[in-house]
């Protein structure tokens, strides 16, 4: 257990479906991550909060919509999705933004068909 | 845009062998991580070093940073069943950019 756990495990959704992936850390640090790990390609990082604030957005599509209401908690909302976001999510939390231990949870698998 | 490169991308050993992987880029990071991930389960970090030349000892494993800061390696001695992951490293950039992931060495130790 490190301290930030993600819902659902595993998901699957039609190209057409809304969901939502939710994030949750209880290690009391500011910062938030939102991480794609897909089987060709390193672990990209998708976007940053500190202090509920959104610092960085990669140049992610917009079908991909952060959440986050407080220091706690980190959502990503999903829709229209093509099937080559199927990935494992990952979220991340640290104490401060540059340099800090990132404390990663287990992941969401997200298939797409 | 800074990227790290990781060799071998996949390595098979036998219980007991020795082992070391790298991680490599033409950038300078002010700091690089170490981080094992388990089939399942998120990366959980290993070591950080700062400073060039930086050697950090970890029970069997060994990193060590490379004087120019551009360059890292993992040597793990007598490795075990348990060592089996992905090891990845990630660097933080010079101007205090967020943290740039290599793609991975996945590790399998043999009994």
């Known amino acids: 257990e490190t301290g930030v756990t993600q819902t659902p495990r595993h998901l699957v959704m039609g190209m057409t479906n809304k969901k939502s992936l939710k994030c949750e850390q209880h290690?009391?640090?500011?910062?938030m991550y939102w991480y794609k790990q897909s089987a060709k390609k390193p672990l990209e990082l998708m976007f940053v909060?500190?202090?509920?604030?959104?610092?960085e957005n990669n140049s992610v599509p917009s079908r991909f919509s952060p959440e986050c209401p407080n220091s706690s908690h980190l959502f990503l909302h999903l829709h229209t999705l093509q099937p080559e976001d199927s990935a494992l999510y990952l979220c991340a939390s640290s104490q401060g933004m540059t340099g800090y231990e990132q404390y990663f949870g287990p992941g969401t698998r997200l298939t797409v068909t | 845009t800074q990227l790290l490169e990781q060799s071998p991308q996949f390595l098979s050993i036998q219980e007991g062998e020795n082992l070391t992987v790298y991680c490599n880029s033409s950038s300078v990071f002010s700091s690089l991580q170490w981080y094992r991930q388990e089939p399942g389960e998120g990366p959980v970090l290993l070591v950080t070093?700062?400073?060039?030349?930086e050697v950090k000892k970890l029970k069997r494993l060994t990193f060590q940073f490379g004087d120019a800061r551009k360059d890292s390696s993992l040597h793990i001695t007598a490795a075990q069943p348990g060592d089996t992951g992905l090891y990845l490293c990630?660097?933080?950039?010079?101007?205090?950019?967020?943290?740039?992931f290599g793609p991975g060495t996945r590790l399998s130790v043999l009994p």
């Open positions: 070093v700062v400073t060039g030349g």
């Open positions: 290690l009391g640090h500011n910062a």
């Open positions: 909060y500190n202090f509920k604030e959104q610092t």
């Open positions: 990630a660097g933080v950039g010079n101007y205090g950019q967020n943290f740039v």
